[in-house]
């Protein structure tokens, strides 16, 4: 049932166009389709999409892999929700009557739970909103949320970073890794940034003390030891990985690319987690959990010059497989947005 509403919702259309995926697979099942507009609860907020970012999890859910995935609630045949995407930008359309946080046409940007993302409209919690930075573009707001709460989970919470602790990031260059070296250098940390050879001065600019071309040195193979190590979406072994680590050194494994199709690199994480307890180091991994809190955080941070959004490429809605191709070829530095309005 449709909740009452407090303000007057600005469009009278009953659908909207949306990218629309009917079964799991490559780029080509997402679809541009007109679609039943969203109705919100009495605690819902409906946004008019501006803009919308494009990450790994975004990939996972339109291939539906790793299969382990399929068993958490996404659907075990076909997606359960049909529109991907999950961090946007736009402005209030509509709210329910239990909304007290927002208005029509506050400048919004957060995160949708499991998709709805790519569409014109949008409805998400009140707790999953919070107002855009007074100095982001939406374009640049839809690049924040679901990355950037990665990295601050990580790198504050997870690995609670200390000043003058020397921190390793290897992915630095993508989408969580280029906020979780702002991250950490906010929390005066030394940081070093690993990435491919195009992509180390756009790690330098993020402000990272030292970079490694991961093609031409084995980071692990080095002789240096880190207090902390943040390892996005990699595929090294965690023997190798601890040989960086200083002796009482904090290893975080984020992300799961590789490992097959059954697994992805989610393995990995939980042989982390088994060894922790037997050996001196601390290794672990964690899920993220968006919330109102850390997006506060977040819009502070961006508003006081400690975090900017880096973004790689910028696709039409149309175009969404086109950036999901865009997102597989490996070279992406920062994120990719879908100008949606």
Do not use: C
Not at 26 to 37: G, M, P, T, Y
Not at 205 to 221: C, L
Request: hydrophobic fraction near 40%.
């Amino acid at each position: 049932m449709q909740a009452t509403l407090t303000n007057k919702t600005v469009s009278t259309h009953t659908t909207m166009h949306a990218i629309v995926q009917d079964k799991y697979g490559s780029a080509e099942v997402l679809v541009l389709r007109d679609i039943e507009k969203p109705k919100i609860a009495p605690d819902e907020v409906l946004v008019r999409v501006v803009a919308a970012g494009v990450d790994r999890g975004v990939w996972h859910i339109v291939t539906g892999q790793p299969y382990l995935m399929r068993a958490m609630g996404f659907g075990l045949r076909r997606p359960k929700i049909k529109t991907p995407g999950m961090d946007l930008a736009g402005v209030v359309e509509a709210v329910g009557e239990d909304v007290t946080r927002f208005k029509l046409g506050d400048e919004v940007f957060g995160t949708t739970i499991g998709g709805q993302a790519y569409a014109e409209f949008a409805s998400l919690k009140q707790d999953k909103l919070v107002h855009k930075p007074n100095n982001l573009s939406f374009e640049e707001a839809a690049a924040v949320p679901v990355s950037a709460l990665a990295a601050l989970k990580g790198v504050r919470d997870v690995a609670n970073v200390q000043p003058g602790q020397s921190v390793l990031i290897i992915g630095a260059s993508g989408g969580v890794g280029h906020y979780a070296v702002q991250i950490a250098k906010s929390l005066g940390a030394v940081v070093t940034g690993v990435a491919s050879t195009a992509k180390l001065d756009m790690v330098r600019a993020m402000g990272a003390d030292h970079v490694i071309d991961y093609k031409n040195e084995d980071v692990t193979d080095s002789g240096t030891k880190y207090d902390v190590i943040i390892d996005i979406g990699g595929n090294r072994k965690l023997r190798k990985l601890r040989r960086a680590l200083a002796k009482h050194g904090t290893l975080v494994i984020t992300g799961g690319e590789g490992g097959g199709k059954w697994f992805g690199g989610i393995d990995r994480q939980l042989r982390a987690l088994m060894w922790s307890p037997f050996v001196s180091q601390k290794l672990t991994s964690y899920i993220s959990l968006e919330n109102r809190e850390d997006l506060e955080t977040l819009k502070d941070m961006i508003e006081a010059g400690k975090l900017k959004p880096s973004i790689d490429r910028t696709f039409p809605l149309a175009q969404a497989a086109d950036a999901i191709r865009y997102l597989e070829s490996g070279h992406v530095s920062g994120k990719i947005v879908l100008k949606v309005a």
